[in-house]
């Protein structure tokens, strides 16, 4: 995600109600540990996001699960004050929902449990996406987290040297991420999704 902090709004940290209230109805904000963040993506973001939502789509439906794929819904996990994710692509099981307090009334989150899947599509603050979503996914228990990374803009650290586009699939074992990453032709290992025929370049450059 190409992201702006709001600086010139923001003067001190918001709570969550505050931020509702503020940005509650609009996907393009994000609030992590009270700093408001302006999800501004590109053309090519949401390629590589829509690609990624209707071959899971797909998915789900050939196989007949209660699941629906949820684009830029609120998280806000229970156990993190002031914070609210949205992350670009998260399966739901529909299942689970009825355990989830605020759902009849919002289109908020707060469970791990409700969420299957869930992919983010990396750009300029790419730090949120390979660090503090990695730490916060796994507590909330999510199986499965893909980072996107159709630029290479990762850090060497996450994605080697010379950097370049990676596919880096997260899976909870132990409450904690084995991260496994596929590039080029790779074909994607995934373990909600074993059926998924996709290489890496398929999905970073988002099907062209």
Excluded at 120 to 141: F, H, I, M, P, T
Aim: one cysteine or more.
């Amino acid at each position: 995600m190409t992201i702006a902090v709001e600086q010139a709004i923001q003067q001190k940290p918001l709570s969550f109600d505050e931020f509702l209230a503020r940005h509650g109805s609009d996907n393009r904000y994000e609030l992590i540990d009270g700093e408001v963040f302006d999800l501004e993506p590109t053309g090519l973001h949401e390629e590589v996001v829509a690609f990624i939502s209707a071959k899971l789509c797909v998915q789900i439906d050939v196989i007949g699960l209660p699941w629906f794929v949820f684009q830029r819904g609120l998280l806000r996990p229970s156990n993190v004050g002031m914070t609210a994710f949205r992350p670009d692509v998260a399966v739901v099981d529909r299942d689970e929902l009825v355990k989830e307090p605020l759902w009849s009334e919002q289109s908020i989150l707060t469970l791990g449990s409700s969420i299957k899947f869930v992919a983010e599509v990396v750009s300029s603050n790419w730090q949120n996406d390979y660090a503090r979503k990695v730490e916060d996914y796994a507590v909330l228990g999510i199986s499965e987290y893909w980072i996107a990374d159709y630029a290479g803009l990762g850090g060497t650290r996450h994605i080697g040297k010379p950097k370049q586009p990676t596919l880096s699939v997260c899976r909870l074992v132990d409450g904690e991420y084995e991260i496994q990453q596929f590039r080029g032709n790779q074909t994607i290992v995934s373990p909600t999704f074993p059926d998924l025929k996709l290489t890496a370049a398929q999905v970073l450059k988002a099907g062209r």
